[in-house]
């Protein structure tokens, strides 16, 4: 073991006042959290500063931060290393540990944010995939899987060297064999490791872009000026990548200088992160234009609003504080720092204020992209309300939890530095011996993407749409009334032809449009055969109410006015009055839209000739339309529609799919079976046939030329 | 060891694998799938049915509302609604600087594509097939996502524990009235069905003494105010080229307004000005 390493468990073994001193300030820290969140749960959220208005806070806030710091592992590890990025090595450990750990404390800052947390279980009781919550829940649970796995996996070689470590106590020694699995570092459990790496960096890409999307999702799927926008799932995510790199360059930085790891992290790694820190602040940069830009140039009702408070109003000092440390400063620093080479020599210092002006930044960011737009609705009920209900100032209680929240990840992040080795020590080591001796290795006929594969995945899906084709079955239909005929005082005329264009008109009405856009296309065969019957309604037939007015022997009374009226259920309807013509008989034509039957009154109130007189009649004015939900029903539907749950579960089922084969396969079943293994291997040579999803071939790019174009 | 990196997959040993794998997912998806179905099938639909078929709307003629907010205390009297809670607001409207202010009553719009029902993670808030939005506070888990998403404001939460009366406690919690009111969970207007299952008009509209606020069934072509008159409903919307507020977010309220022209009540200048003359005396 060379000098470095034993540097290295060092940092496992040695624990000094100071470690004792920095983990009781953080428990100290998250007591008090504990203690701010009692009181919330027992008088509820009354003691934030969140009210009707502004009903989203700091806990929001904290929510999209620390997931979008958990991309870092994302990005520094499953893209470097899809890219086979070779310095990447001492520090991915560290960046796979922040994502871990940021979603640990990202997660339950919703579960702080609910009303109710007892009812936690009702989302998984009555969950609704057409809700972006949902799709948070679904994708946050997803990732998060995903990156314990991705945090575990390559450390498992590890693992089994630190059990043989006889300097540590017996229980960790217990532990590391347990969790090594049976870590031999036979080239077939390596190179069963190495595939089940690569297979889930490569999955973990798409799942990391997905998950600060659907977290975007939840603002860009409302209404409201400033949210309601179609860039926010890339911007969230180039924000996320960015803060996360800001994160790791600064745990380097700490983990560097506290556990003396100079050997490993060097210069050069500042360099190439800043590197890409730079490059994420411009790109950044740009999309923060493009958001702002759009909407001020606009400055259309709300939004102008918005902009005047962003920009010089309320919250422009926040606002500039924000662009500033999240854009401006450090890109400018590090244009500075590692464009001339004169500056060269600051790198360490220059990157790592900037990634800690960009963490900074990051959180006054998203607390700028998430309270502004809340301030400043469509219809301010800021009347007649007390100040502290229109604006919001957050209470002791969230800036405790907060700090408990940023207290908790750096707990989390020492104590998991102390009983795990925080850099990669077969990773580093083999890396060495790799520079050291290139040597062409024989071609990797393996292919990762079994047709058997195929079979999991129908399966799945079939499980899915079966699950979610469970429709409610249609609201029953209440028997028709059927009136009795009356006798020929009302009669319906027929439909005329200038009553058409009405009902042309009713069928294109925008909500049909609309609701067609979405649903058409897709997967709808009602609407695909042209069946809208359920829409259709009969326009009503004009209806034709006609009084005779009679005296006693039965001769007609002429020239009187009849009243005619309607009773609904709340009140009458006055048609007003119509003379009885020459044989008595006064006609009132009705062209509502109406539908079921109702009494209708003729009256006739008396003069001095005749006495009053009233009859009543039903009159039926055509079926009433069966009662339905309106037509965009398939986002307010109450159960899953497919249109929504087959994207969502077949995403996130593929994941756990994938899940399930890199750890539950290669690593649980397959790696602990060198025998069987190797005896089938000899029954059944593996075919030399080379896939674009080769996963040995990207894991090791330099050992096949022809790889030239993957890396 | 032979070659590095030659690893067998065999087909066998993955199919193997997979059958136990699956045989797991399908045992823990059809006990799933049962209770679901039971809830899909028999608690979801039955709560969207309402007890009519009704398509209920509101008609509200700005031109005669005159800010006295009676709705506003009547609605707050008869669901005890919570202090800080207005579920039928009055706002003082200025469209621009030109125009002059009207008031504008806003109940909850119950709209036909409501952005509350669909984000609401849980089916807590839902539409019923009479077109009322209904609140669910049994359900509700306090996300406020619901609050989010509508553009009208017409949500409010119970940041604390709402203070109680008897009278308000003495019934067991219903979506048709909403209470005995609980913490951290969302409130709002729902048209009052229990007035509407005995036929009665809802508080707001009841009570309203300028007639402003007018109350019916789409189906029935007909609107009734408090002072008992009725008007149709097509032909007060088309005439008096009624409109809904927001309609150019999609939402499709229920709610119409009818434009505040040819007013004969103070304007809110007007009574601003009376107001401050009065103090002043």
């Not at chain 1, 992290?265 to 500042?270: D, I, N, S």
């Not at chain 1, 500075?336 to 800690?356: D, Q």
Request: proline content about 7%.
């Amino acid at each position: 073991m060379e000098a470095r390493e034993q540097n290295l468990l060092r940092t496992l073994q040695e624990n000094t006042w100071r470690f004792y001193a920095w983990v009781g300030f953080l428990g100290a820290v998250l007591l008090w959290g504990l203690y701010a969140y009692l009181q919330q749960l027992r008088n509820g959220l009354i003691v934030t500063g969140m009210r009707d208005q502004i009903s989203w806070g700091l806990y929001i806030t904290n929510f999209v931060f620390f997931i979008g710091i958990s991309h870092a592992g994302t990005l520094i590890s499953a893209i470097l290393r899809v890219t086979d990025t070779r310095w990447r090595m001492p520090i991915t450990r560290m960046a796979e540990g922040i994502t871990v750990f940021a979603l640990c404390i990202g997660a339950p800052m919703v579960m702080i944010d609910m009303g109710r947390p007892d009812r936690l279980l009702n989302v998984f009781r009555y969950g609704r995939i057409q809700s972006p919550i949902i799709w948070d829940v679904l994708g946050v649970s997803t990732y998060l899987t995903g990156c314990i796995l991705y945090f575990y996996i390559p450390m498992i070689p590890d693992l089994a060297l630190l059990a043989n470590v006889p300097k540590l106590s017996s229980w960790r020694r217990r532990l590391y064999r347990r969790l090594s699995l049976g870590w031999t570092g036979t080239e077939h459990q390596k190179a069963l490791l190495e595939r089940a790496i690569s297979a889930m960096a490569i999955f973990i890409i798409p799942l990391a872009v997905s998950v600060h999307t659907v977290v975007s999702w939840i603002f860009a799927m409302t209404l409201r000026p400033g949210w309601n926008s179609s860039i926010f799932g890339p911007y969230f995510v180039v924000g996320a990548i960015y803060s996360g790199t800001a994160a790791v360059i600064f745990s380097m930085y700490v983990l560097r200088r506290v556990f003396r790891l100079q050997e490993y992290v060097q210069q050069l790694h500042f360099r190439k992160l800043g590197l890409l820190l730079l490059a994420f602040s411009l790109i950044y940069l740009y999309f923060n234009v493009n958001e702002y830009l759009t909407v001020g140039y606009k400055l259309e009702g709300t939004e102008r609003l918005l902009m005047d408070r962003l920009f010089g109003g309320d919250y422009a000092g926040l606002f500039w504080i924000a662009q500033g440390l999240c854009v401006f400063l450090p890109a400018a620093l590090m244009i500075v720092v590692l464009g001339f080479k004169r500056y060269h020599r600051f790198t360490i210092p220059a990157v790592v204020l900037s990634s800690v002006m960009v963490i900074v930044g990051a959180w006054a960011k998203r607390y700028i992209i998430v309270v502004p737009t809340l301030r400043t609705p469509f219809l301010p009920s800021g009347q007649r309300l007390p100040w502290q209900w229109t604006h919001y100032h957050p209470t002791w209680v969230e800036w405790s939890i907060t700090a408990a929240a940023v207290a908790g990840f750096a707990l989390i992040y020492t104590l998991m530095a102390k009983l795990f080795p925080i850099v990669s020590i077969w990773e580093t080591r083999e890396h060495e011996a790799e520079v050291e001796v290139p040597e062409a290795a024989p071609a990797k006929p393996l292919r990762w993407w079994k047709p058997g594969i195929v079979f999991p995945v129908l399966v799945l899906g079939a499980l899915l749409i079966w699950s979610v084709s469970a429709h409610a079955a249609a609201p029953a239909k209440p028997k028709e009334i059927k009136t009795a005929a009356i006798t020929a005082e009302w009669k319906a005329l027929p439909v005329e032809a200038n009553r058409e264009p009405a009902a042309a008109e009713n069928n294109a009405s925008p909500s049909d449009e609309r609701v067609a856009l979405y649903t058409a296309p897709f997967l709808s065969l009602r609407r695909l055969f042209g069946s809208s019957a359920q829409n259709e309604q009969n326009p009503a037939p004009p209806i034709a109410v006609t009084a005779t007015l009679r005296d006693a022997s039965g001769a007609p009374i002429t020239f009187k006015p009849v009243e005619f009226s309607l009773q609904t259920a709340f009140g009458v309807v006055d048609f007003g009055s119509r003379p009885t013509m020459a044989d008595g008989r006064a006609q009132l034509v009705i062209k509502d839209h109406r539908y079921g039957s109702y009494p209708v009154q003729v009256a006739f109130h008396g003069d001095d000739e005749y006495a009053a007189a009233n009859f009543n009649i039903k009159v039926d004015f055509g079926a009433r339309p069966s009662p339905a939900l309106p037509e965009a029903g398939m986002l307010i539907a109450p159960y899953a529609t497919p249109h929504i749950a087959v994207p969502f579960l077949v995403f996130y089922g593929t994941m756990w799919v994938a899940f399930v084969y890199t750890f539950g396969y290669l690593i649980l079943w397959k790696m602990r079976r060198p025998a069987e293994a190797a005896a089938i291997a000899q029954t059944a040579p593996p075919l030399p046939v080379a896939t674009p999803f080769d996963a040995h071939q990207i894991a090791r790019p330099t050992l096949k030329p022809t790889n030239g174009e993957m890396s | 060891m032979n070659k590095p990196g030659n690893t067998p997959v065999t087909r066998r040993g993955f199919v193997q694998f997979l059958a136990r794998g699956t045989g797991l997912v399908v045992a823990v998806g059809a006990a799933w799938k049962a209770n679901a179905s039971k809830v899909f099938r028999e608690v979801l639909p039955s709560r969207s049915i309402a007890p009519g078929n009704h398509k209920w709307v509101m008609v509200i003629d700005l031109a005669k509302c005159d800010g006295c907010r009676d709705c506003t205390r009547a609605c707050t009297a008869m669901h005890f609604v919570p202090p800080m809670q207005e579920w039928i607001k009055i706002f003082e409207v200025t469209d621009n600087e030109a125009a002059g202010p009207y008031f504008l009553p806003r109940p909850c719009m119950q709209c036909d594509n409501p952005p509350c029902v669909r984000g609401c993670p849980v089916g807590a808030t839902y539409k019923r097939t009479d077109g009322i939005v209904i609140q669910d506070d049994d359900r509700c888990i306090g996300c406020r996502n619901c609050i989010a998403q509508c553009p009208y404001s017409a949500r409010s939460f119970n940041w604390g524990e709402p203070p109680h009366t008897p009278e308000e406690k003495a019934r067991p919690y219903d979506v048709e009235y909403n209470y005995p009111h609980r913490k951290g969970t969302v409130e709002k207007c729902i048209f009052c069905p229990e007035h509407l299952r005995m036929g009665k008009l809802p508080a707001c509209a009841a009570t309203c003494k300028m007639g402003a606020i007018y109350f019916g069934d789409q189906l029935d072509d007909a609107v009734t105010n408090g002072k008992g008159e009725t008007i149709q409903f097509s032909k007060i919307a088309r005439r008096g080229a009624a409109f809904r507020l927001l309609e150019e977010l999609g939402t499709e309220p229920r709610v119409y307004y009818l434009p505040p022209s040819t007013r004969k009540y103070p304007s809110p200048d007007e009574k601003h000005h009376t107001e401050m003359a009065g103090m002043e005396h």
